[in-house]
């Protein structure tokens, strides 16, 4: 297990590596720099800007250089955001878009997994219809959609939350964000868990432990809900991926100072260093996650073997 | 084929959402289309006695306008037009290239496919939407661009699954006797493959086209996609969240038109595959 984890770990320094050195290339070829403004600068200034950043050399000894810093543990500085590391920056926003992620997948997970569990206990009953419904809809309405309208029936008409702000991870300031986010991976998961708990409900060894007497409760929880968790953790991966996104707009509608305004901002502004940066954090984010899930995986499911 | 179909449609009317899913989405279509005429308002001309008018039968402005007085029943629609033609296009190609792709692996089999799959596994665990998002900054807004971007992202699951399918068509006795009679790689992917995949190819389709529109009006909301004057829902929804507190009708009109469309297209998309009973790859 652990040479497992070791092994894998060691892999993903090749994809980080190739999607680094995509992402500087590409970056490199668009059209425009960081010191482009629509008030031109002078030629000298922008020269030596340039030369200050070391813009001014050829683009492999600038990519060998930030791969150098990189090793260093070095994200260079930021070409817009003067005075600012990106190390800093994503160090300010980063708690911010961390806490929102992880309270909207524990949402997901903590409302979503009983949802599916309850609608496949009441399979073709009217209530599983009712919750499949609701499911349909939360995958289908995007969370630029969702979190307007909440924010417009419980901000602006109802006066029980606040529309949009921080302070400081306020939990009133983060319900409206975090169920918005939460949404479509909660009814994906739900969805999930209603599929694979109705196989697993038809089994021998379901069949047999109501038939020993068990009551509902502990057949569901000690012997159904392991195997039907399966592929739930394998839709980990794209539904932290989904948060990330969310995050992307979720942020901005609701004034959260994240670091998810830095990716967009950061492309349009060509500011390299901060867009590579984005780009290396939230690729490490989706690969340890995947590491993670295949450790869970094999935890549900003992007939994986990891390594083989 | 024909057997196949009667009993699809019998099994899709036996869903009881699909059909009415499917009428929806017509009348949405045919509302997008034909709306502009049954009034009068432009998408571009500036109203300046009814700037920021809400929702009203008597100034014309059946949903009202925006900031700019622009008709917001006039750039509703052509907003839908923009997203359904984008969600259409891009489908197709995405469709395109996941078939041949997913064929092309299938069929030839052994260390090609090997290879192939591989190369879905790496990019499925990538957030393509950054990529597409670094495109569409790097290399201009232009809608061409647009629209093979979300294209290239709506692929994979599609290459997955007739890659699946055609393993098990590979095997069936028609493919040899093509090859005893001498047909060609190419021809027997493109004649007798292909056309047995397109049952859960249909499937897919639909499923893919919410999905891009989703995708569109995202880039769209953060100013990505569609550029003004020129609208799509995600930008009119954009410019609503803005003007949500003064003007809600610039939010919720756009924004219950997007829910709607992809509501109706996911229930759609669901019902067909329990009606054909394609299983995902």
């Not at chain 2, 090997?114 to 998002?133: A, C, D, K, Q, T």
């Not at chain 2, 509501?263 to 595959?273: E, H, K, T, W, Y």
Request: hydrophobic share 55%; with cysteine.
């Amino acid at each position: 297990m652990t040479r497992y984890f070791f092994t894998r770990l060691a892999g993903a320094i090749p994809t980080l590596f190739i999607i680094i050195t995509i992402t500087f290339f590409l970056m490199r070829a668009a059209p425009g720099g960081p010191f482009d403004q629509e008030q031109a600068l002078a030629p000298e200034i922008k020269a030596n800007l340039q030369r200050a950043y070391g813009l001014d050399q050829p683009v492999w000894i600038q990519y060998g250089r930030y791969m150098n810093s990189l090793l260093h543990g070095d994200f260079g500085p930021s070409f817009k955001y003067k005075d600012f590391t990106v190390t800093e920056l994503i160090g300010q926003g980063f708690p911010v878009t961390l806490q929102l992620g992880v309270m909207a997948i524990a949402l997901a997970l903590l409302l979503g997994i009983p949802l599916g569990t309850f609608a496949a206990l009441r399979h073709n009953s009217a209530a599983d219809t009712a919750t499949m419904s609701l499911v349909v809809t939360g995958i289908a309405i995007p969370s630029f959609v969702v979190l307007p309208f909440l924010g417009l029936l419980f901000g602006v008409y109802l006066h029980w939350l606040p529309v949009a702000g921080w302070q400081s991870g306020s939990l009133r300031y983060l319900a409206l964000p975090v169920i918005a986010l939460a949404l479509p991976p909660l009814a994906y998961i739900a969805r999930l868990i209603r599929g694979s708990m109705l196989e697993v409900l038809g089994s021998h060894y379901i069949r047999t432990a109501f038939a020993k007497g068990l009551p509902l409760h502990s057949v569901i929880l000690r012997h159904a809900l392991k195997p039907a968790l399966a592929p739930v953790a394998s839709y980990l991966v794209p539904a932290v991926a989904s948060i990330l996104t969310g995050s992307l707009v979720v942020e901005s509608i609701a004034g959260l100072p994240g670091i998810g305004r830095y990716l967009v901002q950061g492309a349009i502004n060509r500011d390299y260093t901060l867009v590579l940066g984005m780009v290396i954090i939230y690729s490490a984010l989706l690969i340890v996650m995947g590491l993670l899930v295949d450790l869970l995986y094999a935890w549900l499911d003992p007939r994986v073997r990891l390594g083989e | 084929m024909s057997v196949f179909l009667d009993d699809a449609t019998r099994r899709l009317r036996a869903s009881p959402a699909a059909v009415p899913a499917l009428l929806a989405i017509l009348a949405i279509v045919i509302i997008t289309l034909f709306g502009p005429w049954l009034n009068a308002n432009n998408t571009e001309t500036l109203d300046w006695l009814h700037v920021a008018a809400h929702p009203t039968l008597q100034n014309a402005h059946w949903f009202g306008t925006d900031r700019l007085g622009r008709d917001l029943y006039a750039r509703t629609l052509a907003g839908a037009r923009v997203s359904i033609a984008i969600g259409l296009v891009a489908s197709a190609i995405s469709i395109l290239v996941g078939v041949s792709y997913g064929a092309v692996a299938g069929y030839i089999g052994g260390r090609t496919d090997h290879l192939m799959m591989r190369i879905i596994e790496i990019l499925s665990g990538l957030p393509l939407i950054f990529f597409v998002i670094f495109l569409t900054v790097i290399f201009g807004r232009s809608e061409y661009l647009l629209f093979v971007s979300i294209g290239a992202v709506g692929w994979l699951t599609m290459a997955r699954i007739v890659r699946g399918q055609t393993l098990s068509i590979r095997q069936q006795d028609f493919i040899a006797a093509a090859v005893a009679g001498g047909a060609g790689t190419g021809r027997i992917i493109a004649k007798h493959v292909v056309p047995n995949v397109i049952g859960p190819v249909i499937v897919y389709a639909t499923l893919t086209v919410p999905q891009i529109i989703l995708f569109e009006s995202f880039l769209s909301f953060l100013g990505l996609g569609i550029q003004e004057p020129g609208a799509s829902l995600g930008s009119l929804i954009a410019e609503g969240v803005g003007e949500m507190e003064a003007a809600p009708w610039m939010l919720l009109v756009p924004g219950s038109f997007l829910a709607i469309l992809l509501l109706c297209l996911n229930i759609f998309g669901d019902g067909l595959r329990d009606a054909l009973d394609v299983k995902d790859a």
